[in-house]
């Protein structure tokens, strides 16, 4: 065990253990607890709402897996991972302040609460919006779950289980008791850590390389595809990597995740700023760690297994205390994703399903345990599916960003700016979306050269508007826009 | 019409023209200036120049506009509702 990492990575887990517990205080002071402990009381600051923003997109696969595969492909992948500079500005602008405006005035905590709200109280939009967050975000966090395991395992050399139990413990707790506040401010330490992660590590990797001419003519010496947007066989068409502006860049507007925090900030100050902050952060973030991938090539030829790349990378161009503040970036990046997605799904089961239908007359001291006891039975039940993930979840985190994207983009966008679109078009968008996203991938993956997302995003559209049009003259009740 | 929604409509739109540009001035300096063979390549700061153009200068370019939008474009709005409740 490498003491000289550890340091660091402990020093970071403490801190965030601390803030997280520290912050949790204010939770049970505030009136009205499910908008405090699902929503943090719509009190985001700018920096923390982009702070939030990005900590919960970026994951493992901003951090360990995308620089693995820009280690393989070259400069084209980074070129790709920048149509994730899109999320910095687009998320916010397009749910924008109309989001914010209804969101208040449906008293809506969650997503769905807004559905349902939207889409005249339709049981068969709450019930599928719930579902399908419930599945595939469960799935998508075990995941998450398992590959912050296994790095604090590559790390320290501990087994699998007691890395796996480090990881829960480390942010279980302050999640369970704190809810969203909790994660906001510590999502916050994390994205400066991620922020500051990166830079590190992309000013070493040039130094190490002698200097990015001297890496660049190298690279060309070993293969020239690594220089061109084509990728190191030539694979990567424009319209392939294009079509990442739907999965990563335009369409992370449909993640419940992420287009909820679009509802919790606390005027249009805090919006400008975050804004700002977030496009500055996101564009920094991606350019540098997927280049990193690919400047660490020519100093450490020959990796076979990709998500090995980046820690591997930081224990040979840094000392060991900084590569330890470095390894603490991915390991920010994974928590700050499975603490949101973990309390997305618990206010899915209490708010949307519990909530609305299984106990409406609960009260504010029932809402209280049932909260706590969701978020708990569902952090421990995500560490146990992670000891040994089953191959449905395995299986189902494959579609979860690009089924929930192709679920949610449209009844939440042209729900906002087209008052005809009603809960037909709801509903017809969501299980088109879904159901032609798994089809699609399982039996036709990439057509014409695209990504699988492209097309259901587009059937789902069409879904939208004409089920709509064509149910609108039994749909007498447009949205109130006055 | 809620004079706040007018303000939201617009400011959803400089959303769609901002990717938009984005996605143009990426698409333009990658493919534009990087489909030619390697030899023939320029280098700018050690990085091939369209990936320079595209992906460093682009993201600058896009810092900046979102900063201009910000200033100049996007008007502050309460988001409570004002007079029945708040």
Redesign the interface.
């Known amino acids: 065990m490498n003491w000289g990492v550890m340091i660091p990575l402990i020093i970071f887990l403490a801190i965030v253990f601390v803030v997280g517990f520290w912050s949790s205080k204010t939770v049970y002071a505030k009136s009205d607890f499910m908008q405090e402990y699902f929503l943090g009381s719509r009190e985001l600051g700018g920096l923390i709402l982009a702070m939030t923003m990005i900590a919960t997109y970026g994951s493992a696969s901003s951090f360990v897996g995308g620089p693995g595969v820009a280690y393989t492909e070259g ?1 084209g992948w ?2 790709l991972s ?2 994730q ?2 999320t ?3 998320v ?3 749910l ?3 989001f ?2 209804m969101a ?2 449906y008293n809506a905590v969650t997503l769905v609460d807004y559905m349902k709200v939207r889409y005249d109280n339709s049981k068969a939009v709450v019930i599928l919006s719930a579902f399908s967050i419930i599945i595939f975000l469960f799935a998508a966090m075990t995941a998450q779950w398992v590959g912050g395991a296994r790095l604090i395992e590559a790390i320290t050399g501990l087994s699998y289980t007691t890395a796996l139990f480090v990881f829960a413990a480390a942010v279980l707790v302050y999640v369970i008791i704190g809810g969203f506040r909790a994660i906001a401010v510590t999502d916050m330490i994390q994205g400066l850590i991620m922020f500051a992660g990166t830079l590190i590590l992309l000013v070493a990797t040039v130094i190490a390389g002698g ?6 003519t190298e690279l ?1 010496q070993e293969n ?2 690594l ?4 990728g190191h066989d030539g694979s990567l068409t ?1 319209l392939y990597v ?1 079509s990442f ?1 739907i999965l990563v ?2 369409g992370v507007v449909g993640l419940p995740q992420i287009a909820v925090r679009a509802m919790s900030y606390k ?3 805090s919006m ?2 975050a ?2 902050v977030g ?2 952060v996101v ?2 973030m991606m ?1 540098g760690m997927h280049l990193a991938g690919v400047l660490a090539r020519p100093i450490l030829p020959g990796i076979d297994e990709p998500d090995t790349v980046m820690p591997t990378l930081a224990m040979t161009v840094l000392p060991a205390w900084l590569a330890g503040i470095v390894l603490a970036a991915p390991m920010a990046a994974i928590m700050s994703t499975v603490d949101a997605l973990l309390l997305m799904v618990s206010s899915a089961v209490v708010k949307d399903v519990y909530y609305n239908y299984v106990n409406p007359k609960a009260t504010e001291k029932k809402i209280k345990q049932v909260s706590i006891g969701v978020t708990s039975v569902l952090g421990i039940s995500v560490v146990f599916f992670a000891l040994s993930p089953p191959d449905l979840l395995i299986w189902l985190n494959l579609f979860a960003f690009g089924g929930l994207e192709s679920a949610f983009v449209w009844p939440l966008v042209l729900g ?2 087209w008052a005809r679109g009603n809960k037909y078009g709801a509903l017809a968008s969501i299980i088109l979306g879904v159901v032609s996203y798994i089809a699609i991938s399982v039996f036709a993956p990439e057509p014409f050269g695209m990504h699988s997302v492209v097309l259901p995003v587009v059937l789902s559209l069409v879904g939208y508007v004409l089920a709509s049009l064509l149910t609108s003259s039994k749909q007498s009740h447009t949205i109130e ?2 | 019409m809620d004079w706040r929604f007018k303000v939201a409509n617009r400011e959803a739109w400089i959303g769609v023209a901002l990717a938009a540009i984005n996605f143009l001035w990426w698409y333009g300096f990658a493919y534009g200036l990087g489909s030619g063979p390697v030899s023939e390549y320029q280098f700018i700061f050690g990085m091939p120049a369209w990936f320079f153009y595209s992906c460093v200068v682009g993201s600058f370019l896009m810092i900046i506009l979102v900063i201009i939008v910000v200033k100049f474009f996007l008007t502050e709005v309460p988001l409570d509702e004002e007079e029945d409740h708040s």
């Not at chain 1, 200097?211 to 660049?216: A, E, F, P, S, Y």
């Not at chain 1, 220089?227 to 084509?230: D, H, Q, R």
């Open positions: 400069l980074v070129l920048m149509a500079v899109a910095g500005y687009f916010l602008l397009i924008g302040k109309k914010a405006i208040r005035r200097g990015m001419q001297n890496i660049m060309a020239e595809m220089l061109t947007p084509f424009p294009s502006w860049g335009v005027d249009s100050r400008h700023r804004l700002i496009t500055i564009a920094f350019f906002l700016y826009t006055s």
